[in-house]
């Protein structure tokens, strides 16, 4: 049966109202009466009480170590506190016992779940679902909320393009638009709908360029132009802004030699002159006083000046504001109003949150809201959805019934921390379901399991015991990957190849001729091309949370057919990064040219076609963006344009047919690309603008429309303002970044 569906693409806010899709709220919770109440109280502070205000401290221990502090309002926000016990006793001495009772804003970084935890946001960002990320995030604030925590350092949305880089694990990978969807999603998610005691406000991270860092080095320097900013890093941020979020945090980098947290063009002029954020900018954990170390600075008192200066309301665990900036105002080195304007900022946070009315919580009824059901039901969908099918020779989805004898081996097979992932700090192993243990719930005595080895960094020679074991069993289930440890923050890594011995181990499966199927659970995206061979299909798992077991016992046994799409590209190896899809188009692309093979002796110079490419690896990764396989075939065919020409202010009709015509029942995420062939700058090679997932039956196909709004195809060009340039454009439909065939369009 043929139907006819219009997707709505949220690519601009004004069109995607008018289709239907989330609503987008940049004032959610703000009203003259909230700053009523924020004026009111603030004319009632002392000085000293306003520097307090804007002191966030690192708790934990014995309440009392704080509550000298608390009583005298020199603390406006905790972090690291979860017991809710103890939470509730922080609440009451600041309500109770300090001068104008002004509750604490309780932090915590609950990056991807808070008990039930989801996978890692790199793999929710596979996804392609917002909805579903936003119904993530609604769980970890339903969880975190009711033990006491209303402010959660999430979600990061720096853009990053270097795997080296252990906290590509915590964001949504390369793209600008996946990641501007993901980052509304995940706002909507903790913020809420509407504000009630079960928002938490989110903490849009890190401001700005931080994933760039060079060499993928942690912390390290970024050298981004203001250009490279505002097209590709700055509007995550921007359209959290506008979706909602409560709060901003500064980054540890410095860009073109600025430290973030002392950068008055982006806190400044950029988010609050242009985006006009009204919300709460807290530094880093101590970035204020390593801009000492960078050498921004010649002591604490300078850089918490630059801090207050550039635009920054509350300082995380340098002490510099709570030090020095009551000496800085009497010295007239800083205006009183500009602190003024940071409790302004941190006050509407606590208004807007309900705390003051709703500064405890139910310790009862906050327990019992900690793994329910729905929450896990939720962490498992997403763990299936997050799943990338990169290779299946046929041997997947496994047979339910064909199966007698199922080897389980691996590092990855059951090790409950590991596949939390990393920053799951609230995460309990004892609640986390292995493949391992969710294969042998279902398939009872049937499952051998020989670990191979123990943790994804061992060594070993030989693997008698595995081989063995592979020999009596039908099909082989490996779960190789990473440790949690090895990605995450200061986690990175110069080599990218399976750590240890597993792919020896790998290799010693395929040797034995069984089907031997591999399941990779990584914080990143690993150099796989040497396993892939050695192996009948591999499913990338990234970290898949708790429920991560019974996830890819469904994928692997086709109860649910994988859809997750590259978020990221995949390299063949690490010298290869950065590489990623829209890349700018260089003066000379590469065309196929000579590797290294078959170069003959002496060659001369310029005998090798003088292209961009790498004589040994070439120029292309092992899987593109937006790559990923499923158990069906979808095919795309009729795709074209409503019109040839669009003015600046039209909307691009896309139509097309998606079939399914393999045998099983699937969804594909339809991808759109766009590129504009002549700017006034040079322009990437293809931009995503849309995606949408499509669910189709064994052997349906549909008619599809896809909207894309000309205004999206706006960017900061040579004259630094931002706008549709005229000229021709071509576009591509298809399930990934590198297939389809370009469509052409104008835009005059
Ligand atoms: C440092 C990390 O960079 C940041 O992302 C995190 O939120 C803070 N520490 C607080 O734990």
């Not at 019992?368 to 959805?385: G, I, K, M």
């Not at 990338?388 to 339910?400: F, H, M």
């Not at 309990?428 to 243990?437: I, N, R």
Request: hydrophobic share 40%; charged share 20%.
């Amino acid at each position: 049966m043929k139907q006819t569906r219009t997707l709505c693409l949220a690519a601009c806010l004004a069109l995607a109202l008018s289709c239907g899709a989330p609503k987008t709220d940049s004032t959610i919770g703000a009203s003259p009466e909230v700053e009523r109440r924020v004026e009111k109280i603030l004319a009632q502070m002392t000085l000293s009480e306003k520097i307090g205000q804007m002191n966030q401290v690192s708790a934990g221990g014995d309440v009392s170590n704080y509550t000298d502090a608390l009583r005298k309002g020199q603390i406006g926000s905790i972090l690291n506190e979860v017991d809710p016990v103890k939470i509730n006793e922080y609440q009451r001495i600041c309500v109770e016992e300090s001068r104008l009772g002004i509750p604490l804003l309780v932090a915590r970084d609950v990056i991807h779940g808070y008990h039930t935890v989801f996978p890692i946001p790199l793999g929710l960002a596979a996804t392609f679902d917002p909805d579903l990320v936003e119904q993530g995030a609604r769980v970890a604030a339903l969880e975190a909320t009711a033990q006491g925590v209303r402010w959660t350092f999430s979600p990061m949305l720096d853009i990053a393009r270097d795997p080296r880089w252990g906290r590509i694990a915590e964001g949504s990978g390369e793209d600008t638009y996946l990641d501007t969807r993901m980052a509304e999603a995940m706002v909507r998610g903790y913020q809420g709908r509407q504000l009630d005691t079960t928002s938490m406000a989110a903490c849009i991270k890190h401001f700005v360029g931080y994933g760039a860092a060079e060499g993928g080095r942690d912390y390290n320097s970024t050298y981004l132009t203001e250009r490279q900013l505002r097209n590709v890093y700055l509007p995550p941020f921007q359209a959290a802004v506008e979706a909602g979020a409560m709060t901003l945090m500064t980054s540890f980098n410095d860009n073109d030699g600025v430290p973030s947290t002392g950068n008055t063009f982006v806190v400044k002029d950029v988010l609050r002159g242009e985006w006009g954020f009204d919300g709460l900018v807290v530094t880093d954990w101590n970035s204020m006083g390593e801009m000492i170390n960078h050498g921004f600075g010649v002591d604490r008192k300078d850089v918490a000046r630059k801090a207050l200066q550039a635009g920054v309301d509350m300082d995380m665990m340098t002490y510099g504001f709570l030090s020095h900036l009551e000496e800085l105002v009497k010295t007239g080195a800083v205006k009183e109003s500009d602190i003024d304007n940071a409790v302004r900022n941190i006050l509407r946070v606590k208004v807007r949150l309900g705390l003051f009315e709703h500064p405890y919580v139910d310790v009862e009824a906050g327990a019992a809201v900690q793994y329910a059901p729905d929450h896990l039901a939720s962490a498992q969908r997403s763990a299936e959805e997050s799943a990338i099918l990169l290779k299946n020779d046929g041997v997947l989805p496994l047979k339910a019934d064909a199966v007698r004898n199922i080897l389980v081996t691996g590092p990855m097979a059951d090790a409950p921390h590991d596949q939390l992932g990393t920053w799951a700090f609230d995460g309990e192993k004892s609640h986390t379901v292995t493949p391992l243990k969710a294969l042998e719930a279902r398939f009872p005595g049937k499952v051998t399991y020989v670990p191979g080895l123990r943790y994804s960094r061992e060594k070993r020679d030989a693997f008698p015991d595995v081989v063995a074991a592979a020999r009596r069993a039908d099909v082989v289930l490996v779960f190789l990957g990473e440790e949690a440890i090895l990605s995450g923050e200061a986690h990175s890594l110069a080599d990218l190849n399976l750590k240890g011995s597993q792919s020896e181990l790998l290799a010693a499966l395929k040797a034995t001729g069984k089907p031997v199927v591999a399941t990779v659970m990584a914080g990143r995206p690993l150099t796989v091309e040497r396993d892939l061979p050695n192996c009948g299909a591999m499913l990338y798992a990234f970290h898949p949370g708790t429920m991560g077991g019974p996830a890819l016992a469904n994928l692997l046994f086709g109860d649910v057919n994988p859809s997750g799409k590259t978020p990221i590209t995949f390299l063949r190896t690490v010298g290869q990064a950065p590489l990623y899809y829209c890349h700018n188009m260089t003066g000379r692309p590469y065309n196929g040219e000579t590797l290294i093979d078959d170069i003959g002796m002496e060659a001369g110079q310029t005998s090798l076609g003088n292209t961009s490419y790498y004589l040994d690896y070439g120029a292309y990764p092992l899987f593109p963006f937006g790559y990923g396989l499923s158990y069906t075939q979808f095919t795309y065919s009729d795709i074209a344009l409503d019109r040839t020409s669009y003015g600046a202010d039209d909307c691009i009709t896309v139509s097309l047919t998606l079939a399914n015509t393999g045998e099983y029942d699937g969804t594909e995420v339809v991808q759109v690309y766009v590129r504009d062939l002549v700017g006034s700058i040079t322009r990437p090679v293809k931009e995503l603008k849309a995606f949408e997932r499509v669910s189709l039956k064994a052997g349906e196909s549909r008619k599809l429309e896809l909207q894309i709004p000309v205004s999206s195809l706006a960017f900061y060009g040579l004259d630094g303002v931002k706008k549709v340039e005229p000229g021709d454009f071509q576009l591509w439909v298809a399930g990934d970044s590198a297939s389809g065939e370009p469509v052409p369009f104008t835009v005059k």
